[in-house]
């Protein structure tokens, strides 16, 4: 199918991409990689009257530090991201999750500003943000604001993004001394999670001191598995942190679809949630 027809703007600076949206009003969308938003277009799910194409803005791409903290670019891609040595170095997590995300074409095109605005709650990214704490920083009219990645995910595709922000920047917390592993149940390789993991431990003499673990796929948004958090403090041994995985689909409400049910995806969580720790604490 084609698109319904569109006008088509690529500006060359964030500001002029700004001053772009701000005059469409809700009429205009943001083109990053294109790999979610053209295929809504030719099904017709999504047809803006612009579209906004961010993809020669030089300074949307590429990773730097910033003291304890890495900003990613929104418009890097996925195969930048994991091919970064800061990204590498300091936020192990996201580099090895973004290497389970779909195939090398879809990565050479596909960005992490594009995944998180998308907020789709089985992608991959979401959940790994989510457990790295990080911080997303949107460019509107009136300036720049940064959003903690818990207050940015609103509901089923729905970001805490206003039509007329663009999001410019990602901000990780290096998560240096954390033990990390992503962990995707899917049915064929390279498809979207059934159910995902993302986990980060810190451990002190031998117990596990710290974790944080991120679920894809659990509900309307990525979730953080905050009982299995709690309950995992503490956990010394592999029964120990089995048992505290048994809390990993607590608050959650996973959706019945084709793949799996409810039920089905809350003992996925158990069982991919002490996996995920085991290996990221080294016990596995
Ligand atoms: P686009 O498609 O260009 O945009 C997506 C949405 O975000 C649009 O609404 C757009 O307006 C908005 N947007 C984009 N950038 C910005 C910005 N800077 N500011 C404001 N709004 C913005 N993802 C996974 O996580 N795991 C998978 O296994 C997976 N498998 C896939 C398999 C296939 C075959 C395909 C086509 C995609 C798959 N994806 C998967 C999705 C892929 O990761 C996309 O790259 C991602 O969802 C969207 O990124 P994009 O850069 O292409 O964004």
């Given at each position: 199918m084609i698109p319904p027809a569109f006008d088509y703007a690529r500006p060359s600076s964030v500001d002029e991409a700004v001053r772009t949206l701000a005059g469409a009003g809700d009429?205009?969308?943001?083109?990053?990689?294109?790999?979610?938003?053209l295929p809504l277009m030719r099904l017709r799910l999504a047809y803006p009257e612009l579209v906004v194409d961010v993809g020669r803005i030089p300074e949307l791409r590429g990773v730097r530090e910033d003291g304890d903290t890495l900003v990613i670019g929104a418009m890097t891609t996925h195969h930048d991201v994991i091919a970064?040595?800061?990204?590498?170095?300091?936020?192990?997590?996201?580099?090895?999750a973004t290497a389970t995300v779909a195939d090398p074409a879809v990565r050479h095109r596909g960005t992490l500003g594009g995944s998180l605005a998308h907020a789709d709650p089985a992608a991959d990214l979401p959940a790994v943000v989510l457990a790295l704490d990080g911080e997303l920083v949107a460019q509107g009219p009136g300036g720049r604001r940064t959003i903690p990645a818990r207050g940015f995910f609103?509901?089923?595709?729905?970001?805490?993004?206003?039509?007329?922000?663009?999001?410019?920047?990602?901000?990780?917390?290096?998560?240096?001394?954390?033990?990390?592993?992503y962990e995707k149940f899917?049915?064929?390789?390279?498809?979207?999670?059934?159910?995902?993991?993302?986990?980060?431990?810190?451990?002190?003499?031998?117990?596990?001191?710290?974790?944080?673990?991120?679920?894809?796929?659990?509900?309307?948004?990525?979730?953080?598995?905050?009982?299995?958090?709690?309950?995992?403090?503490?956990?010394?041994?592999?029964?120990?942190?089995?048992?505290?995985?048994?809390?990993?689909?607590?608050?959650?409400?996973?959706?019945?679809?084709?793949?799996?049910?409810?039920?089905?995806?809350?003992?996925?969580a158990r069982v991919l949630t002490k996996r995920a720790v085991l290996a990221a604490a080294g016990m596995g």
């Open positions: 009429e205009a969308k943001v083109l990053a990689g294109g790999q979610s938003l970064d040595p800061l990204v590498r170095r300091h936020a192990g997590l996201l580099a090895a609103v509901d089923f595709l729905q970001s805490a993004l206003a039509p007329d922000e663009l999001l410019v920047e990602v901000r990780i917390p290096k998560a240096d001394g954390w033990g990390f592993h899917h049915r064929v390789a390279q498809a979207y999670a059934i159910v995902g993991v993302a986990a980060l431990v810190r451990r002190d003499n031998g117990q596990i001191a710290e974790t944080r673990i991120g679920l894809t796929n659990m509900g309307a948004t990525p979730l953080r598995a905050s009982a299995a958090e709690h309950a995992l403090s503490g956990a010394g041994d592999p029964d120990a942190v089995a048992r505290a995985a048994d809390s990993a689909a607590e608050g959650t409400r996973p959706a019945r679809d084709t793949a799996a049910s409810p039920e089905y995806r809350a003992h996925l």
